[in-house]
């Protein structure tokens, strides 16, 4: 019963997560790239790769930057970059990072 709940309720949730635009992502993607790389990857460690990340994740942890929820490492930084980034914007950045290969 508890499966088919959680299942239920992810099917009900997650398409709200996915309404991001992976082309408009790809255009919007320019400042990302100095340091989580051209195609997601990063290639300096202290850099996260975003490539293949869930969409949702990605959307939340863009989310949780901009409302000064995260700390520590690089969340400054992140900070300064997500604070003119609009919701679509974060949705779109998400789509189009979760669209490319790991």
């Known amino acids: 019963m508890k499966t088919w709940l959680i299942?239920?309720?992810?099917?009900a949730v997650l398409p709200a997560w996915a309404a991001g635009d992976a082309q408009?992502?790809?255009e919007k993607a320019g400042s990302c790239m100095a340091c989580h790389g051209a195609?997601?990857?990063a290639t300096v460690p202290l850099y996260p790769s975003l490539a293949g990340q869930h969409a949702p994740y990605l959307e939340h942890a863009l989310q949780a930057y901009k409302k000064g929820e995260r700390s520590g490492g690089q969340?400054?930084?992140m900070k300064?970059?997500?604070a003119g980034l609009s919701d679509d914007d974060m949705a779109d950045l998400a789509a189009y990072y979760s669209s490319l290969q790991p």
Request: hydrophobic share 60%; proline share 0%; net charge neutral.
């Open 7 to 11: 299942g239920a309720l992810m099917a």
């Open 80 to 82: 300064a970059f997500v």
């Open 39 to 41: 195609e997601g990857k």
């Open 24 to 26: 408009r992502g790809a």
């Open 75 to 77: 969340a400054e930084v």
